[in-house]
């Protein structure tokens, strides 16, 4: 135990002594708790504002919603290959070590709750917007935060101990995998129950996503029923939720450490798995090691050969052949049938929530939301992945001619799903064709923005090491190009405001296109040197 | 030909290369061996123009980063990264069609055959395993013909079979004129390929000899090594 006390010790110090050490760290920490801090000021400063909150029950059913999600996923993919609880270093020097696995076990358990906390808190960006809509205080906005850190902990726990139990049986895999999803459709049966038998209206969606039903029903119900609680005042029912937790975690690690005192295989191939794709991450090469079995047979090789391409233009038809063997349609793939659901969710919830809005004006915020989304799904283009290999450096043809050959499909991806999503939007909305067309537009040319941003945070921050300090660089810069097409659009809309929408937005959907094509331009040569960009 | 003036390449404050200065003629293999850390891998790399340097670097007369000199070289990577996506038989289609090449079906699947990977050209990239990506980066790497070779420890994770074959094709090339410089910290697995040596300590070089000069002397390619590479780097000269 000394020597995990030690480690635990000099890690705490070690991270602490980094970050002094690396002035764009200390900066990005020091950002951060600075918001937190004018967040937690401005809360207590601002007078009670009289304004007219969402439902509560609303934020109930979006995080145990966000629940499931991330729980559902969580537990899936820990059943194929154990848990995450441990790194490549545990394993190297701790697991052959003389120190008890019970130790170690505790070990791994503490570093990875203290992980999850620290990675949950990026949530508190969002605490401003929970606060402006929704009658919740900066300390009911903490808890949905610990809580959400502590679910996580909590199924990686119980994975842990299911996967010992399963490792090796494909009955008892798939035995596990129905009970996760048992536990899943039942919350969605729930849902139906009660949303039908209140009339199956917009208003039934209240009592039927914030029902007590849904609290009872493991391991989600549990966490929003306890944090609810808490935020409404109601302790006798908030420490009782707390304690069923409490209890299922405390049985989940006994149970595991009595019945699988041997673990360390099964947090094995976890481990490797991590430690290779971090070594992968960090050289910025694509992670091509050690693959789950399973994973292997789920790519239909189909047609072989690329068929066409000379020159620089042989990446553009090497990206058509790889789509294909991720999707049947090319371009539209899983990623088209994702943000076609979330926008005919988020427009059926718009229209049904919020009064005032038009079917237009739904369809208008959907773009919205669907546009942020898509900023944080382009850095998975095609062009991002070809960076990682050395290919794209070696290929003996002009780097300009090469960067826009490897950027087209991440281009063109964008403008195709926005064709797609936008004409299904629609028809189901029967909204102005003229105002999808505007969506679609704005879609597709945030898609180009995105891309050239992307390219030029490759040239402007490429050699940087520290990702987060890029991250929130790169969005500072796209807010400052994207500024000048919004706020010009913004003009005609007052100046004219008789005037069609997609008037209105032609003048954003030009400065797009017309600055990503300034951006590609300058960033040309882009394609020089690896070093640019690793 | 390979020529390298004053090749300097900086990390932050971290000198890994030194201001080397070498040459690798047509037709000879030379070898850049050196301790974990010497500045082999970067050297290599900003030979193959990934890296920004200080410094001149020809491959057959063409500065190195020119369309002309990437046409001429070939570069096997330390760590080989496959498409995930495309099929062994594809790999060859994309240099293939990448770099502009002619009638090279016939050389590919002669490669493949000897890497051993022709039954498994239609296998993605992704289901290869370590020693077979290595074995497509070959390949790869050979298809276009190249008059200049760079190879950033080959050998690891490559089977047996693998090993003789490369080094035959080594051979091969050399015997056609090709310029061939192989990074390695492993002497024994280039023991019976080198013509010249490059040893390299702390960013610099710290010798160069030529396998004649070596039997000449007496003196064992290991012999050098450890007395540059434990007797301080700077004892042999150039």
Not at chain 1, 415 to 437: K, S
Not at chain 2, 6 to 29: P, R
Not at chain 2, 177 to 192: N, P
Request: glycine content about 8%; aromatic content about 12%; proline content about 3%.
């Amino acid at each position: 135990m000394k020597a995990v006390n030690y480690l635990i010790r000099r890690q705490v110090k070690n991270f602490i002594k980094d970050i002094l050490h690396h002035p764009s760290k200390l900066l990005l920490y020091i950002f951060f708790i600075a918001f937190l801090v004018f967040v937690f000021i401005d809360t207590v400063k601002s007078p009670a504002k009289q304004r007219d909150f969402k439902d509560m029950r609303l934020l109930q059913g979006i995080f145990l919603v966000l629940l499931l999600f991330l729980g559902t996923q969580n537990a899936l993919s820990s059943l194929k290959k154990g848990s995450a609880i441990f790194s490549m270093p545990d394993v190297n020097f701790l697991f052959v070590s003389p120190v008890s696995p019970k130790a170690v076990l505790f070990y791994g358990l503490l570093k990875q709750m203290a992980g999850i906390l620290l990675s949950f808190v990026f949530m508190a960006f969002y605490s401003g917007t929970l606060l402006d809509t929704f009658p919740i205080t900066l300390g009911g906005v903490a808890l949905l935060i610990i809580f959400m850190a502590l679910f996580i902990f909590s199924v990686q726990v119980f994975s842990l101990l299911t996967y010992s139990f399963v490792h090796g049986s494909q009955k008892r895999t798939a035995a596990a995998r129905a009970l996760i999803y048992t536990a899943l459709g039942l919350n969605v049966l729930v849902f139906i129950i009660i949303f039908c038998r209140n009339g199956r209206t917009a208003a039934a969606i209240y009592p039927a996503i914030s029902s007590p039903y849904l609290e009872y029903i493991p391991l989600a119900g549990w966490f929003q029923g306890a944090v609810f609680a808490f935020i409404a005042g109601q302790m006798a029912r908030a420490a009782a939720f707390t304690a069923v937790i409490a209890v299922f975690l405390i049985i989940s690690i006994i149970l595991f450490v009595k019945t699988d005192v041997d673990y360390y295989e099964d947090v094995l191939e976890t481990a490797q798995v991590r430690f290779e794709a971090a070594e992968a991450a960090k050289d910025r090469r694509a992670y091509t090691g050690r693959r789950n079995v399973n994973e292997k047979g789920k790519v239909r090789t189909g047609r072989t050969g690329i068929g066409k391409g000379c020159g620089a233009n042989t990446f553009f038809y090497k990206h058509i052949c790889e789509a294909r063997r991720r999707s049947r349609f090319v371009f539209a793939d899983t990623t088209t049938a994702v943000m076609l659901t979330v926008n005919l969710i988020s427009y059926f919830i718009i229209l049904n929530v919020s009064a005032g809005f038009t079917s237009d004006g739904a369809m208008l915020v959907s773009a919205g939301i669907s546009i942020y989304i898509l900023f944080f799904m382009n850095g998975l283009g095609d062009w991002t992945r070809e960076l990682a290999k050395p290919y794209i450096y070696l290929v003996p043809e002009p780097p300009f001619k090469k960067l826009i050959w490897a950027s087209m499909t991440t281009i063109i991806k964008p403008a195709l799903d926005g064709v797609v999503i936008f004409a299904v939007m629609c028809a189901a909305a029967r909204a102005n064709p003229l105002t999808g067309l505007f969506c679609a537009l704005l879609y597709a040319s945030c898609g180009f923005l995105f891309t050239a941003g992307n390219v030029l945070a490759q040239r402007l921050f490429g050699s940087m090491s520290n990702r987060g300090v890029i991250m929130l660089l790169y969005i500072f810069m796209l807010i400052i190009i994207m500024a000048p097409g919004a706020a010009l659009s913004l003009a005609v809309r007052d100046a004219f405001p008789q005037l069609q929408v997609i008037v209105r937005g032609l003048p954003a959907v030009g400065w797009n296109v017309a600055v990503s094509c300034l951006v590609f331009y300058f960033c040309r040569n882009l394609l020089s040197f690896f070093s640019d960009i690793s | 030909m390979l020529e390298v003036h004053g090749l300097t390449k900086k990390y932050n404050k971290l000198l890994a290369n030194d201001n080397l200065d070498f040459t690798v003629n047509d037709g000879e293999i030379a070898v850049l061996a050196g301790p974990n850390g010497a500045g082999k891998s970067t050297a290599i790399k900003c030979i193959a123009g990934l890296l920004r340097f200080h410094g001149d670097i020809l491959i057959c007369g063409h500065e190195n980063k020119s369309v002309e000199a990437k046409r001429s070289f070939g570069y096997i990577p330390e760590m080989p990264a496959p498409m995930e996506m495309l099929t062994v038989g594809e790999h060859m289609e994309f240099i293939a069609r990448a770099y502009r090449l002619q009638d090279w079906r016939g050389r590919a699947d002669d490669l493949l055959e000897r890497m051993e990977l022709y039954d498994k050209r239609d296998k993605l990239g992704k289901e290869l395993s370590k020693g077979m990506q290595q074995k497509i980066s070959i390949c790869c790497a050979l298809l276009p013909q190249p008059k200049m070779l760079l190879l950033d420890e080959p050998l690891v994770g490559l089977d047996p079979h693998a090993i003789k074959q490369l080094k035959e094709m080594l051979f091969e090339l050399r015997g056609g004129g090709c310029s061939i410089l192989e990074s390695t910290h492993m002497l024994d697995s280039v023991r019976d390929v080198w013509d010249k040596a490059l040893i390299m300590m702390n960013g610099r070089i710290a010798a160069v000899r030529t396998r004649d000069e070596v039997e000449k002397s007496g003196e064992s390619l290991e012999e050098l090594f450890f007395s540059i590479t434990e007797g301080g780097g700077n004892g042999a000269g150039q």
